[in-house]
């Protein structure tokens, strides 16, 4: 199955990635700096770039497009090891983010993005009952769903354990969580799990986490999107590890 993404980050950042770009398209008469990277860096990698009329080109890529588009193929997914092997790459201790049943793609665009910028070395996402890296989470990654890698497993809890077992600690956030998410140590190896929209973490996986932090509430609404929930979490190990890293 192939992918069409739209807008001109993204399809930027799908040439600048590793991911295979088969041909770009681009509506008739456009200019812009992007545009003109984006023209250099096909021009590079080899891709061809075909310009079309308006009818055409909202006929395959839509309205809201800024007037560029990519045919790429599929996601390719990694195994676990291999996301562990980038933080060796980096000579970082691991920090991995765990999706428990994301369903809305555009939450996991954003978590994608959020785990890009901040420096996660890769995804574990299930195999059911989640979205898919596709084209609406590309575009709303602003393309870091191309440079993230990312695992798909067919358990979750299972998937945990192994983690453990390789000296990986767990944390969950979950509003039930035993100390707010600013008073934990994210400076060890670490995957960060965020749960369902809805639902959060469910019972077996939250209780596969070594501790769970909780995001404190002053307002009427109990709890925050997930993309939100997991930016916060993510951002603040980014800080800790930056500020004070584990000698």
Same mark, same amino acid.
């Given at each position: 199955?192939?992918? +069409?993404?739209?807008?001109?980050?993204?399809?930027?950042?799908?040439?600048?990635?590793?991911?295979? =770009?088969?041909? $770009?398209?681009?509506?008739?008469? +456009? !200019?812009?700096?992007?545009?003109?990277?984006?023209?250099?860096? #096909?021009?590079?990698?080899?891709?061809?770039?075909?310009?079309?009329?308006?009818?055409?080109?909202?006929?395959?890529?839509?309205? *809201?497009?800024?007037?560029?588009?990519?045919?790429?193929?599929? @996601?390719?997914?990694?195994? $676990?090891?291999?996301?562990?092997?980038? #933080?060796?790459?980096?000579?970082?201790?691991? %920090?991995?983010? *765990?999706?428990?049943?994301?369903?809305?793609? /555009?939450? %996991?665009?954003?978590?994608?993005?959020?785990?890009?910028?901040?420096? =996660?070395?890769?995804?574990?996402?299930? @195999?059911? /009952?989640?979205?898919?890296?596709?084209?609406? =989470?590309? !575009?709303?990654?602003?393309? #870091?769903?191309? /440079?993230?890698?990312?695992? @798909? *497993?067919?358990?979750? #809890?299972?998937?945990?354990?192994?983690?453990? !077992?390789?000296? $990986?600690?767990?944390? &969950?956030?979950?509003? &039930?969580?035993?100390?707010?998410?600013?008073?934990?140590?994210?400076?060890?190896?670490?995957? $960060? *799990? +965020? &749960?369902?929209?809805?639902?959060?973490?469910?019972?077996?996986? @939250?209780?596969?986490?070594?501790?769970?932090?909780?995001?404190? +509430?002053?307002?009427?609404?109990?709890?925050?999107?997930?993309?939100?929930?997991?930016?916060?979490?993510?951002?603040?190990?980014?800080? !800790?590890? /930056?500020?004070?890293?584990?000698?």
């Amino acid at each position: 199955m192939k992918n +069409i993404i739209t807008g001109r980050q993204p399809v930027l950042e799908a040439l600048k990635s590793d991911r295979a =770009v088969e041909k $770009i398209f681009l509506l008739y008469g +456009i !200019k812009g700096t992007i545009v003109d990277r984006i023209r250099q860096h #096909a021009s590079r990698r080899g891709v061809p770039v075909t310009e079309m009329d308006r009818a055409r080109f909202e006929e395959m890529a839509g309205e *809201v497009s800024q007037g560029v588009a990519a045919l790429l193929s599929d @996601k390719e997914y990694i195994d $676990i090891d291999a996301l562990l092997g980038r #933080a060796r790459q980096r000579n970082e201790p691991p %920090l991995l983010l *765990v999706l428990d049943e994301i369903e809305d793609p /555009h939450n %996991l665009g954003a978590l994608i993005r959020t785990a890009e910028c901040a420096g =996660v070395h890769g995804v574990i996402l299930p @195999k059911h /009952h989640s979205a898919t890296m596709n084209a609406t =989470v590309a !575009k709303t990654s602003a393309g #870091a769903s191309l /440079h993230l890698p990312a695992a @798909k *497993v067919s358990n979750i #809890a299972q998937t945990l354990e192994q983690l453990k !077992k390789k000296g $990986i600690w767990i944390i &969950g956030a979950d509003a &039930g969580g035993d100390r707010p998410y600013f008073d934990a140590d994210y400076r060890d190896p670490l995957a $960060i *799990v +965020i &749960g369902n929209e809805g639902r959060g973490i469910r019972r077996l996986v @939250k209780e596969k986490c070594d501790f769970l932090v909780r995001i404190p +509430i002053f307002g009427k609404i109990e709890s925050l999107n997930a993309s939100v929930a997991g930016a916060l979490v993510m951002f603040e190990a980014a800080r !800790k590890r /930056h500020e004070n890293p584990r000698t």
